[in-house]
T-cell receptor, first 116, second 115 residues
Framework: AQTVTQSQPEMSVQEAETVTLSCTYD???????LFWYKQPPSRQMILVIR????KQQNATENRFSVNFQKAAKSFSLKISDSQLGDTAMYFC?????????????WGLGTSLAVNP | NAGVMQNPRHLVRRRGQEARLRCSPV?????VYWYRQLPEEGLKFMVY????????ESGMPKERFSAEFPKEGPSILRIQQVVRGDSAAYFC?????????????FGNGTRLTVT
């Protein structure tokens, strides 16, 4: 069975600085996807970034980038130039690439506070 | 284009009552997923449905819980005889296809409180 671990329940960062959220996972699958989702106080789940396991290049989306280490089963999220609006819960999630069931396995989340 | 619409946003039920949670997927989406988020926990997969079919219900409790996604109308997650442990946020997500390139769209969730 797949598991996703986020070892940092809470983090804080000063506005405009950089912060890295960690995520490790366990799987025997070779093909899969990894995601970071953001959940602000509004509770909506928003996709931040996605990585296909077969791609060696780390995904980037504007101020958000990942450090994907497949052998180490690590998938950290880096937020550059942090903004107040980045304050939210961040969830790391895993999806195996098999069949047509896109079931996500989630970590417990990291609560990020961006301080002015 | 409207996103995934879930209603109600908040639902309060007494123990023993029934809870019905509705999810209207993005127009044209035929794949629906339900997740439950317990306090201080991440989301847990419950059930995956396509129009009129349950594809995977491995995450849904065998008793008291049921889900449907009829040909017409929203997907419904039904919880009978609710207990306090059912208090959680329930999220629905939809996609157009099962393809991995088709993004998942999440609703804002329904927060169920059982008193």
């Amino acid at each position: 069975a797949q598991t996703v671990t986020q070892s940092q329940p809470e983090m804080s960062v000063q506005e405009a600085e950089t912060v890295t959220l960690s995520c490790t996972y366990d799987t025997s699958e070779s093909n899969y996807y990894l995601f970071w989702y953001k959940q602000p106080p509004s509770r909506q789940m928003i996709l931040v970034i996605r990585q296909e396991a077969y791609k060696q290049q780390n995904a980037t989306e504007n101020r958000f980038s990942v450090n994907f280490q497949k052998a180490a089963k690590s998938f950290s999220l880096k937020i550059s130039d942090s903004q107040l609006g980045d304050t939210a819960m961040y969830f790391c999630a895993f999806m195996k690439q098999a069949g047509n069931n896109r079931k996500l396995i989630w970590g417990l989340g990291t609560s990020l506070a961006v301080n002015p | 284009n409207a996103g995934v619409m879930q209603n109600p946003r908040h639902l309060v039920r007494r123990r023993g009552q029934e809870a019905r949670l509705r999810c209207s997927p993005v127009k044209g989406h035929s794949h629906v997923y339900w997740y439950r988020q317990l306090p201080e926990e991440g989301l847990k997969f419950m059930v995956y449905l396509q129009k009129e079919n349950i594809i995977d219900e491995s995450g849904m409790p065998k008793e008291r819980f049921s889900a449907e996604f009829p040909k017409e109308g929203p997907s419904i997650l039904r919880i009978q005889q609710v207990v306090r442990g059912d208090s959680a946020a329930y999220f629905c997500a939809s996609s157009e296809q099962s393809s991995y390139n088709s993004p998942l769209h999440f609703g804002n969730g329904t927060r169920l409180t059982v008193t």
